[in-house]
């Protein structure tokens, strides 16, 4: 299974942009890339998924190199209720419909 | 109204006794999925069905038991055996591995 790494925690203040970089080394060919956001106490929300380049959409950006080997979710002009758990996962289809969710990235958005 | 529900939001376990979470889809999705969350931790695979009647380990499957004898329903079974319930339990549902949409999650609570 492809492991991915993310920093712990992030801190930002409203009206920023926040950058979150996943590392997935091992990332395989058939591999897709997905971001969830998680409040406290509720299931993750599903936010982007790409392959490659860029991918966006009404809430986030994602860029993912030419190597694959990394990617960042990008959140524009973020406020307060962006405060929440952001998990990366790579999607290994060699084991079926099994991901992995690491520990994530917790972002703290300020006023 | 599409979605994804679980049952109880709260469910309170004494010692010894089975207890079962319930979990229910309308989304028409093949792919169910149990997760287990601890505080300030990432999600672990419990167990995980892509078709009626057929299901598969996850990462901690120990101590729980599923079954998947109709499309819309994944119930999960904590067992005896399981020495530490106490924890955040997701269930997930999805057309394929790609995208899961989460339950809103059942706390159980050892008493």
């Known amino acids: 299974l492809a492991k991915t790494t993310q920093p712990i925690s992030m801190d930002s203040y409203e009206g920023q942009e926040v950058n979150i970089t996943c590392s997935h080394n091992?990332?395989?060919?058939?591999?897709?890339i997905t971001w969830y956001q998680q409040f406290p106490s509720q299931g993750p929300r599903f936010i982007i998924q790409?392959?490659?380049t860029k991918v966006t959409n009404e809430v986030a950006s994602l860029f993912i190199p030419a190597d694959r080997k990394s990617s960042t979710l990008s959140l524009p002009r973020v406020s307060l209720s962006d405060t929440a758990v952001y998990y990366c996962l790579v999607g290994d289809k060699a084991a079926g419909n099994k991901l992995t969710f690491g520990g994530g990235t917790r972002v703290l958005v300020k006023p | 109204d599409g979605g994804i529900t679980q049952s109880p939001k709260y469910l309170f376990r004494k010692e010894g006794q089975n207890v079962t979470l319930s979990c229910e889809q309308n989304?028409?999705?093949?792919?169910m999925y149990w997760y287990r969350q601890d505080p300030g931790q990432g999600l672990r695979l419990i167990y995980y069905s892509q078709i009626v009647n057929d299901f598969q380990k996850g990462d901690i499957a120990e101590g729980y038991s599923v079954s998947r004898e109709k499309k819309e329903s994944f119930p999960l079974t904590v067992t005896s055996a399981q020495k530490n319930p106490t924890a955040f339990y997701l269930c997930a549902s999805g057309k394929g591995w790609e995208t899961q949409y989460f339950g809103p999650g059942t706390r159980l609570l050892v008493l």
């Open positions: 790409g392959y490659k």
């Open positions: 989304l028409n999705h093949d792919a």
């Open positions: 091992n990332i395989a060919t058939n591999d897709y």
